[in-house]
């Protein structure tokens, strides 16, 4: 079964710095998808990225980019510039790209981000 | 362009009460899923349901809870009894069919939050 794991339960940074959130997982699947999800205080649940595995050019959105390391099995998250919006909770997840259970995503137990002013 | 709906946001009941939850999936999407997150945890996948069918229920406890996803209408997350662990907030996301290019998404709700007292 594959797991998601998240070994920084908090992590805090200076405004307008750079602060990177990691992640790591374990599967027997070479092709799969994986997100960043965001969780700020209003406790919605926001897409930040999405990395597809067989792509080997790292995914970028604005401010935020990911170091995706196949054979390491890494998925570390990067904030840019750090603004005080971007305090959350902040979730890796896991999806496979087929299989009969390709529509479960497998979660890490988050990483809690503060933005010091 | 509205997302994925839920409503309530809110909901308190008392133990041995029910609740409802319901779900609009964004337009288009014909596959719903259910997580649930329980404080400081990240999500669980509940349930998965496409028009009147539920696909994969492995997730949701056996007794007292039940979803369906009708021809018309929104998904419906329904807890019977309720008790204290119950206590948890419930996220509906929606996707494409998972077999087209955008339906590598899913998209997440802003959670309804049940505070059984």
């Known amino acids: 079964a594959q797991t998601v794991t998240q070994s920084q339960p908090e992590m805090s940074v200076q405004e307008a710095e750079t602060v990177t959130l990691s992640c790591t997982y374990d599967t027997s699947e070479s092709d799969y998808y994986l997100f960043w999800y965001k969780q700020p205080p209003s406790r919605q649940m926001i897409l930040v990225i999405r990395q597809e595995a067989y792509k080997q050019q790292n995914a970028t959105e604005n401010r935020f980019s990911v170091n995706f390391q196949k054979a390491a099995k890494s998925f570390s998250l990067k904030i840019s510039d750090s603004q005080l919006g971007d305090a959350a909770m902040y979730f890796c997840?896991?999806?496979?790209?087929?299989?009969?259970?390709?529509?479960?995503?497998?979660w890490g137990a988050g990483t809690k981000l503060i933005i010091k002013p | 362009n509205a997302g994925v709906m839920q409503n309530p946001r809110h909901l308190v009941r008392r133990r041995g009460q029910e609740a409802r939850l319901r779900c609009s999936p964004m337009?288009?999407?014909?596959?719903v899923y259910w997580y649930r997150q329980l404080p400081e945890e990240g999500l669980k996948f509940m349930v998965y349901?496409?028009?009147?069918?539920?696909?994969?229920e492995s997730g949701m406890p056996k007794e007292r809870f039940s979803a369906e996803f009708p021809k018309e209408g929104p998904s419906i997350l329904r807890i019977q009894q309720v008790v204290r662990g119950d206590s948890a907030a419930y996220f509906c996301?929606?996707?494409?069919?998972?077999?087209?290019?955008?339906?590598?998404?899913?998209?997440f709700g802003e959670g309804s939050w049940l505070t059984v007292v």
């Open positions: 996301a929606s996707s494409p069919p998972l077999g087209q290019i955008s339906g590598n998404t899913i998209y």
């Open positions: 337009k288009g999407h014909s596959h």
């Open positions: 349901l496409q028009k009147e069918n539920i696909i994969d």
């Open positions: 997840a896991y999806r496979s790209a087929g299989g009969r259970s390709n529509y479960q995503l497998i």
